[in-house]
């Protein structure tokens, strides 16, 4: 599959800021390519206009051109400030490596914290445009990782969305020492709100159909262990919530118990991506709200690590990840399993007219592009 890019490897500087001045713009790896990101992240070093560059780097892998360009981004004399987690299992000694090329060409290396691993998904632009200085940041759903992105499916976010930017630089401002900021616009960030704040869009949809209002939720993640996550959804469910869980891993939560979690489904899919992205879609009343980010729903991700999701908040993308994203997923019987109450897979009762989703989303986004052709 030759995967699109959103713009050009060397696309110039002027035309992705100014299509992001007027509006976010959304990528999907695998079916969309990571150069897109790469992309962004060159126009960044290349821009005069650009004088500061900050990321997150977890899993950055071994052959990363994304360091090239950070350091030629310092040898151009832009601030460079990168966050590298070296508690990154498996990767640690890849992570020092880069860590030590970094700090010998000037760049500001941040390790983190001991008690706190690093895992969300930013990188942060500042510009100087004709009316200001200005941030552009990319908040993603997966890796920095060129190689991971060809077989994980993930989702990034392009904005320049103003509470969106101001947060995403409160995050790098606690991560460098600079602030101890842990309220945020927008931006959901744990340890400090993350929790708080999906466990009250949880009750808005258990009070809303409490109250008779139609009440949905649709959560994809890649692990689903944290108890007072899974009790709050049993008693939205109680409440008489339709609750869509599609976790690709572990899952504690039990579906379908009498009087418990009758009206919770779950499901995975493994296929030949690896199922990768976190998305949080709540229906709110016909307000439907969503988000993307780093966070699954284990205790580890909500209170020990430095996890961020950002609100979807342009509409078409919105509707894109719900309708098409999600509903692929939902509507999978090829290659879906159905968690039953005692713990157990089973295959879904399978239409032969129904592609599996990846099928489907390959099928889509190659559409897309001819037609952007």
């Known amino acids: 599959m030759q995967a699109p890019s959103v713009w050009r490897p060397h696309e110039d500087p002027e035309v992705i800021f100014e299509q992001l001045r007027f509006g976010d713009v959304v990528v999907h790896h695998p079916y969309e390519s990571f150069a897109t990101v790469e992309a962004f992240v060159r126009a960044a070093v290349r821009d005069p206009h650009v004088v500061a560059i900050k990321m997150t780097l977890y899993r950055i892998g071994a052959n990363s051109p994304l360091i090239d360009l950070l350091l030629q981004a310092a040898e ?3 601030q460079i400030a990168v966050v590298l987690e070296l508690q990154a299992r ?49 908040i993603g759903t997966g890796n920095y990782n060129a190689d991971t992105a060809k077989v994980y499916t993930d989702i990034g976010l392009f904005t320049a969305d103003r509470d969106l930017v101001d947060d995403a630089g409160a995050v790098f401002n606690y991560l460098t020492g600079y602030s101890a900021q842990k309220d945020f616009k927008a931006l959901l960030v744990a340890p400090f709100q993350l929790r708080a704040r999906l466990t009250q869009l949880i009750e808005t949809e258990a009070a809303n159909a409490a109250a008779g209002t139609p009440a949905r939720i649709v959560l994809k993640v890649n692990s689903l ?34 009087g418990v979690s009758d009206r919770i489904r779950v499901r995975s899919i493994i296929g030949r991506f690896l199922e990768h992205s976190r998305i949080y ?93």
């Open 76 to 78: 151009n004399g832009k």
């Open 90 to 138: 498996f990767d640690e000694r890849t992570n020092i490596t880069w860590a030590r090329r970094l700090e010998s060409h000037g760049v500001h290396v941040i390790y983190g914290f001991t008690h706190l691993k690093t895992h969300a998904k930013l990188c942060l632009v500042v510009r100087r445009d004709a009316d200001g200085i200005r941030g552009y940041v990319h």
């Open 225 to 258: 262990t944290d108890d007072q996550v899974i009790r709050a959804l049993y008693r939205a469910s109680q409440a008489g919530v339709t609750i869509d869980l599609i976790v690709r891993g572990a899952c504690c939560l039990r579906p379908g118990v009498p």
């Open 281 to 373: 879609w709540f229906l709110n009343g016909g307000a439907d709200q969503m988000f993307i980010g780093s966070a699954d729903l284990m205790e580890r991700n909500l209170d020990r690590r430095v996890e961020v999701l950002t609100p979807v908040r342009d509409r078409a993308i919105l509707a894109h990840v719900r309708d098409v994203v999600l509903q692929a997923c939902l509507e999978d019987t090829d290659r879906a399993r159905m968690l039953t109450r005692d713990g157990g897979y089973v295959r879904v009762e399978r239409r032969s007219s129904t592609p599996s989703a990846q099928d489907a989303l390959i099928a889509h986004y190659e559409a897309a592009d001819t037609d952007r052709r």
